[in-house]
């Protein structure tokens, strides 16, 4: 009984000083159903047939663990890489550590910075960090193209879907509405979101990194597989890691403010069904 009240007590310090909850790694609003506003459809953005993107993940401005040198070593690599092909941007969330404004006014620095050296379209997509405060989703909203936590764009052959999963669940309005849009999809689906849907990472042993419903989660590997999702695209778990869920592969990408990661997506649009291939950085 004393072992079992020191871990209690050991995981009660862990959660408070990572300002999360018992639920898991959620805090601030973690109503998903209070963000959902609809289904935003940017349309279709020019890319030609074969280009490449950029993303980042768990940038974390103002975690400890955050190394201002990555930025450094980021820009120093950009400057010298060919970015005549890359034709858009992506940043899987948690950009803040604690959902600040000085924070996600870091993250819009870096973000434009990177336009000054490649002016192409940076979408963005809420993490649980960015919500770590009362006003963090307005922060978000205020500092993070496109404005907005569930979203669509297309290119020639795909239609890549913005998810909000920042609260470890879809919820049911933006369940309902991806079911809805999926199934009528003529081009091959994309996701990119923050928390994986399923995962065998865990915190400490203790937490698993992914949506905590396993109903939503098994209905989504189902839903992924009838419609032949091309690829799932999240962080929040800094190790990343590539996993397969029958014909549903989920890319789990490595944390930028942590390991110091960033990725190019090499994307084929001349085949059918489109090929995607991706790159770490540094390797």
Known sequence: ???????????SLFFASCNLTSDGFWSGDSNVNHRFSGLKNIGEINTGSKYQVLILTDV????????RETEDEFFNWFQSYDKSQIKFALGLGDFADGAKEE?????????????EYCDVPFFNIVGNHDLYRDDGFENYEKYCYP????????????????????????????????????????????????????SEGKAYGIMPFCLRDTTERNILISLFSKCKILGYFCGHYHPGGLESFGNVTQY???SFGEFGKWYILDVDETVTPPLISLRQYPN
Not at 1 to 11: G, Q, W
Not at 158 to 184: F, H, M, P
């Open 252 to 254: 789990g990408l490595k």
């Open 103 to 115: 924070e996600f006014q870091h993250y819009s620095g870096i973000v434009s910075k990177i336009k």
């Open 147 to 198: 404005h907005c936590s569930y979203y669509k764009f297309e290119t020639q052959k795909l239609v890549w879907y913005g998810l909000d999963t920042a609260s470890g669940t879809l919820g049911s309005r933006q369940l309902n509405s991806l079911k809805r849009e999926l199934t009528s999809e003529v081009k091959r689906p994309l996701i990119i979101t923050h928390v994986p849907f399923a």
């Open 60 to 67: 974390h401005i103002g975690a400890k663990f955050y190394h």
């Open 1 to 11: 009984m004393k072992k079992l009240a020191l871990a209690s007590f050991v995981i």
